[in-house]
């Protein structure tokens, strides 16, 4: 009996050693997190595209209009670091634009490749 106690008695201390590795492992993951938040991201607002020949290029002026693909009211995309972030609405805040965040895309719909 006293072989099996030791035993069940190891079991239960590597198994506490265990958890509080996995703990420790969360706090070495979380500043490791703290570590990369301060990298600058390039995020850019994208009104709408649009294609034109070189002529066309060359024919405008100032006050010429180029006409975009989207439609007004249409929501605009957002890119961080030229990946498709999430979509959003333009909002007027302190007499700057803004955007509202209306929908936050999911990755595996921007990498077709991984989703099959």
Do not use: C, H
Request: hydrophobic share 40%.
């Amino acid at each position: 009996m006293e072989i099996d106690e030791t035993i069940e008695d190891q079991d239960v201390e590597e198994e506490e050693e265990i958890e509080e590795e996995s703990f420790s492992g969360d706090e070495e993951w979380t500043r490791g997190l703290d570590f990369i938040l301060d990298i600058p991201l390039e995020v850019v607002v994208e009104l709408g595209r649009s294609k034109i020949v070189i002529s066309e290029l060359l024919q405008m002026s100032k006050g010429s209009i180029v006409e975009l693909s989207k439609l007004a009211g249409e929501p605009m995309d957002i890119y961080v670091n030229g990946k498709l972030f999430a979509r959003g609405e333009v909002v007027v805040v302190n007499e700057k634009f803004g955007v509202r965040l209306t929908d936050i895309v999911n990755p595996i719909d921007t990498m077709p490749d991984v989703a099959q």
